[in-house]
């Protein structure tokens, strides 16, 4: 999945670090991004179970340990959204620069709310819209 973030910081990091930097930059990220994504994978084959990657963190470190790796990774994404939507509006604004950005946020806010609100049934078929 691309993220705004790619949009809004490439330039950014072709300017310090150069055209080959950033490359390396990305390619070191994606490294450490499909190793995370590895250990996981074997987690998920070795102890198979309904919940996330908490219940790992649980059983192998504690409940304690478990319970705050749930929290984290809801407040991460809690974040992630709210910049993605500030991202969305800065991103807007180049093309609409009279409108508000808070309008833009709102709007996408407002959007990705009402496609939480659909039946789990239909998500399969309105994922398949986007690519």
């Known amino acids: 999945m ?28 994606g490294i450490v991004a499909w190793l995370v994504m590895m250990c996981l994978g074997e987690l998920a084959v070795h102890m198979p179970n309904s919940g996330a990657f908490s219940a790992h963190a649980s059983r192998y ?15 991460t994404w809690t974040v992630a959204l709210g910049s993605e939507f500030t991202a969305a509006a800065v991103l807007m604004g180049r093309w609409f620069p009279d409108i508000p950005g ?8 407002a959007i990705v709310l009402a496609l939480m609100r659909l039946p789990r049934a239909s998500l399969p078929s309105l994922s398949s819209g986007f690519h």
């Open 2 to 29: 691309i993220g705004t973030g790619l949009f809004l910081s490439s330039g950014y990091t072709v300017q310090q670090a150069g055209p080959i930097g950033a490359v390396l930059a990305y390619l070191v990220g």
């Open 61 to 75: 470190i504690g409940p304690g340990t478990g319970y705050m790796v749930a929290w984290m990774y809801w407040l």
């Open 102 to 109: 808070w309008y833009w946020s709102g709007l996408f806010a």
